[in-house]
Nanobody
Framework: QVELVESGGGLVQPGGSLRLSCAAS??????MGWYRQAPGKQRELVAD???????NYANSVKGRFTVSTDNVKNTVYLQMNSLKPEDTAVYYC?????????????WGKGTLVSVSS
């Protein structure tokens, strides 16, 4: 079992920045990243990182958000700059463990990001 603990959400004005962190309880996770779910919408991928270096971003956040990992701390970060009201959502940390041909998905409990003036 893998536990994911998020932190860093909050209220920020449009154009501001926030950094989300997600600490994992074990190492050797294949992919770590972030999803978000806005009220009345489906959960969507924001960004993820594979093997500590290969990144993938939603078109809506490219150039504004950066995903990174600290393998020593088993932590994935999401640096969010130039935030817009439409970025308001609950952000969920997500991790995938692949081993022996099997895949396990793990989710954090979510942290709320509100972008408003």
């Amino acid at each position: 079992q893998v536990e994911l603990v998020e932190s860093g959400g909050g209220l920020v004005q449009p154009g501001g920045s926030l950094r989300l962190s997600c600490a994992a309880s074990r190492i050797e996770l294949s992919i770590m990243g972030w999803y978000r779910q806005a009220p009345g919408k489906q959960r969507e991928l924001v960004a993820d990182i594979s093997n500590g270096s290969s990144t993938n971003y939603a078109n809506s956040v490219k150039g504004r958000f950066t995903v990174s990992t600290d393998n020593v701390k088993n932590t994935v970060y999401l640096q969010m700059n130039s935030l817009k009201p439409e970025d308001t959502a609950v952000y969920y940390c997500h991790a995938i463990l692949m081993s022996g041909g099997y895949r396990w998905d793990y989710w954090g409990k979510g942290t709320l990001v509100s972008v408003s003036s």
